[in-house]
Nanobody, 121 residues
């Protein structure tokens, strides 16, 4: 089983910065894609940014130019650097990892428990 664990959320003022981290552990043969998603109260979960093992990235339009996703393949880790934060960025941020589980012998797609990010105006 593969389990991502997030850290780094918190309370920040509008215009501030935060850095989220996520480490995946378990029976990982490889991780193909890692990403960050978020869910605000009363809204559906949405993609924020994703990154492949080769370093290709994709961002939601709402965060382009403000957020940067990066990963360390050797550490099964992904990071989200968030700058110029806005109150509308307030949400629970979830880490997602997709790859191959050698113990199960199948692809996996696993979610972390989430970390709260609150941006005050």
């Amino acid at each position: 089983q593969v389990q991502p664990v997030e850290s780094g959320g918190g309370l920040v003022q509008s215009g501030g910065s935060l850095r989220l981290s996520c480490v995946a552990s378990g029976s990982i043969f490889r991780i193909d894609v890692m990403g960050w998603y978020r869910q605000a109260p009363g809204k559906q979960r949405e993609v924020v940014a994703v990154i492949t093992s080769g370093g290709s990235t994709n961002y939601a339009d709402s965060v382009k130019g403000r957020f940067t996703i990066s990963r360390d393949n050797a550490k099964n880790s992904v990071y989200l650097h968030m700058n110029s934060l806005k109150p509308e960025d307030t949400a629970v941020y979830y880490c997602n990892a997709e790859g191959y589980d050698y113990e199960v012998g199948a692809d996996f797609r696993s979610w972390g428990q989430g970390t709260q990010v609150t941006v005050s105006s």
